[in-house]
């Protein structure tokens, strides 16, 4: 399904589509990058905030653009480092947007790194066994100022939080694609809205702290591993045999590891960087020590980086995860090879934080309302 909005939003417009579009009414061009440092740098909240245009520019603004093309619907603090966000957008979807801390001695979690997890779509498609996000499938794809838009919204929370020296600059540290989606299946405007958080007239952000997360589209990996923006890769691989991981991803049958460990090795030959391979752990599903034995030799080849991360129970799903005794054995195969690893023990069950959850719980309840 497609959304067409009303109209479109600013944070989708790129510093030419706005000069474009001044232009045709007659405005200079030093205006649309004005507006832009108004969006981006100054965190204007409505277009009066923007005092060094005319009235009647405001006036035109507000009827051509939204603003931003999405609304806080909740705001959930965990008692731990994970924020979890719920918006809502034109046409009532919801999607998540995740604030991870990275506490560091000595400094107040508010002070602390923060990587940001944003969704690509509303829903997946990619049906992946264990998933709440794909449990519905595909709503839609978002467009690239509703991506942008998640951003901004954070800035402006951690903004009232922690007010930066220099407003001008991103409040948040790394930016992950990990949320609801497939990134790679809604490429184009995702790469779009990349591209404006990266500008110098948008957040300036750097490619090298945006990781892509995808589930193994092949010839996307290595469409990505072309563009000019050098972004970072993580791949769930959640199955080191095609056995394993065709049981709980369908994508797999596609896209089988003969086909996706070549574009994976492609991918980080170009870009000279570590590629992560995230492994969720389940219960007697991929958790044996084969498995480890296999992903150990995967990532061994791939000079990949490994992400061990224990399953999170989702509503009306059998899996669940394995023992902490389990766990360790698993990554202990891996740290002797020597691999590098990482047991990532989640934190945040408390505010829902799995992948999708949130939004599910709120789909639900609204399904009951009606
Ligand atoms: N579609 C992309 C990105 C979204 S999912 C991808 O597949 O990579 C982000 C990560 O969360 C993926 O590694 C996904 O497999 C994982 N994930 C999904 N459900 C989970 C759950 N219940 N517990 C732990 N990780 C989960």
Not at 83 to 103: H, N, Q, Y
């Amino acid at each position: 399904m497609k959304f067409t909005p009303a109209k479109p939003a600013l944070t989708g417009e790129t510093l030419e589509s706005l000069t474009a579009r001044l232009k045709e009414r007659g405005e200079p061009a030093f205006r649309a990058k004005q507006i832009l440092e108004w969006v981006y740098k100054k965190r204007a909240r409505s277009w009066d905030d923007m005092t060094n245009l005319s009235k009647p520019l405001r006036a035109w603004l507000a009827e051509t653009f939204d603003l931003l093309p999405l609304s806080l619907l909740f705001d959930k603090q965990s008692r731990d480092v994970t924020d979890k966000l719920l918006f809502e957008l034109g046409d009532r979807s919801l999607i998540e947007t995740v604030i991870i801390r990275a506490p560091q001695e000595g400094v107040g979690l508010d002070q602390s790194r923060k990587t940001i997890c944003i969704s690509p779509q509303v829903g997946c498609a990619m049906a992946c066994k264990f998933c709440a996000s794909g449990l519905a499938g595909l709503k839609r794809d978002l467009n690239a100022g509703e991506i942008v838009a998640q951003l901004l919204q954070v800035c402006y929370r951690e903004d009232a939080r922690t007010p930066r020296a220099r407003m001008e600059l991103a409040s948040f540290d790394n930016i992950v694609v990990m949320g609801m989606g497939e990134p790679l299946a809604n490429y184009d405007a995702l790469i779009e809205a990349l591209t404006i958080l990266n500008a110098e007239w948008g957040l300036g952000f750097g490619a090298r702290r945006i990781t892509l997360s995808t589930s193994g589209l092949v010839p996307k990996i290595l469409r990505l591993a072309e563009e000019p923006l050098g972004f970072r890769l993580a791949i769930s691989l959640h199955g080191a045999t095609d056995e394993v991981r065709e049981k709980i991803m369908p994508v797999n049958k596609a896209f089988p590891l003969a086909k996706l460990i070549p574009a994976i090795r492609a991918f980080s030959e170009k870009h000279g960087r570590m590629v992560t391979l995230e492994f969720i752990l389940i219960e007697d599903i991929n958790d044996s020590l084969d498995q480890a034995r296999a992903l150990r030799d995967i990532a061994r080849d791939l000079h990949a980086h490994v992400n061990l991360i224990p399953y999170n129970t989702v509503e009306g799903l059998p899996w669940k995860r394995p023992s902490n005794t389990r766990q360790e054995k698993f990554a202990d195969i891996l740290r002797h090879a020597p691999v590098s690893v990482t047991l990532r023990r989640e934190k945040c069950h408390d505010i829902d934080a799995a992948c999708g959850q949130l939004r599910l719980k709120t789909e639900r309840d609204r399904a009951d309302a009606a």
